[in-house]
């Protein structure tokens, strides 16, 4: 059953279940609305690394925190090209592409990043973005490019929210959500556990989720990776059992979402993995960085996908394509990727994370 109108008392009390019980709960649910077996593999490009103005308590790529993280401009067209190329070589269905800007400006940076989304829309992958807040109009220009998948995490429950970030507040994260949906693209969005959160603030940022209508089409749940440098640096390892409850109560909230085993899968062993497959988890990130922090990498997921009998589900699976093509010619693009800039870059390694 399909519903949007979840109360707390009821996400609380599926929450709080015995965790076998839970785990039964979701498994039953997921094996219901999808082949339990079938897992999305995603890959994540920083295509613009670091100097953010925004104060996430959580991220190394904001310009106030001393994290080692080197600024990087914004990546070539060519580059990208060939960083999915070799995603999807390894096995990815999906490439999400994530700058480190507070929100979209109209300028010629987002205009390179639509020829981004044409130009891998054009391999047949899956393409998402997640480049902080849009207005309607640039949501528009993004799903005219092609653009499958916006991410844009709401990371917590709003009576949290204010505890980890201060240079944007929660209605913002919303109406980034609501732009994204009326142009017909997908939506993705989930959050972090670990940011020193209770159990209630985790209940209250799933039934935010769980209560859009439609569900976002992704569900991301990161387990934080504490940074050196960042405000959070010394929380302590998240419990696998608690991405293991985040994820059953997810799947059993939102039957048909796709649920993202998230960043902090490195701190995991293959049966702490599996136990969150099991939970109704069904998407990862693959490749040995997510954005800037460490994530496993193809040969290690396809050794684990061997082990427990999963096989990677096919770009735009049940899904018409026709209706992600880009809308409009790429006269531009097309000579950009011929005419590559000769200059001498260090190309991000495909990642993970959102």
């Known amino acids: 059953m399909i519903k949007h109108d979840w109360t707390l008392e009821e996400i609380e009390a599926i929450y709080h279940k015995p965790l076998l019980d839970l785990m039964f709960e979701a498994a039953t649910i997921h094996r219901q609305n999808k082949d339990y077996a079938e897992v999305q593999i995603s890959s994540l490009l920083s295509i613009k690394t670091g100097g953010c103005p925004e ?7 904001a310009a106030r925190y001393s994290t080692g993280v080197d600024v990087h401009k914004l990546m070539p067209l060519q580059a990208v090209v060939t960083a999915a190329k070799r995603a999807k070589e390894a ?11 507070r929100e979209v400006r109209d300028n010629r940076d987002f205009d390179k990043v639509l020829n981004m989304v044409k130009a891998v829309n ?70 972090i556990v670990g940011l020193g959160e209770t159990h209630k603030d985790r209940v ?13 089409e992704s569900v991301p749940i990161n387990a934080l990776v504490p940074i050196e440098g960042t405000p959070l640096a010394e929380q302590p390892k998240v419990p696998v059992q608690d991405m293991v409850r985040m994820i059953a109560t997810t799947r059993i909230l939102m039957p048909k979402t796709v649920v993202r085993l998230s960043a902090g899968r490195t701190e995991m062993s293959l049966s702490e993995q599996a136990m969150c497959f099991m939970a109704g988890a069904n998407s990862i990130f693959a490749g040995d960085k997510l954005l800037t922090t460490p994530n496993p990498d193809f040969k290690d997921d396809m050794e684990m996908f061997d082990i427990l009998g999963l096989t990677p589900r096919e770009a735009y699976k049940g899904i018409d394509r026709e209706q992600f093509r880009p809308k409009e010619t790429k006269s531009e693009e097309t000579k950009e990727v011929k005419e590559p800039e000769k ?12």
């Open 55 to 61: 104060d996430c308590a959580y991220c190394p790529q």
């Open 91 to 101: 096995g990815s269905s999906r490439l999400c592409m994530g700058a480190a800007w």
């Open 122 to 191: 054009e391999l047949d992958m899956e393409v998402c973005c997640t480049l902080g807040m849009l207005n309607a109009d640039q949501a528009q220009k993004l799903a005219d490019a092609g653009l499958y998948a916006y991410n844009h995490n709401v990371d917590t429950s709003e009576d949290y929210y204010s505890e980890i970030i201060t240079t944007r507040d929660y209605k913002n994260r919303l109406d980034t959500i609501n732009n994204v949906r009326k142009t017909g693209m997908t939506v993705c969005s989930g959050g």
């Open 204 to 216: 209250g940022m799933l039934k935010v989720l769980s209560n859009l209508n439609p569900h976002p």
């Open 343 to 354: 200059v001498k870059i260090k190309i991000p390694t495909v990642s993970e994370k959102v």
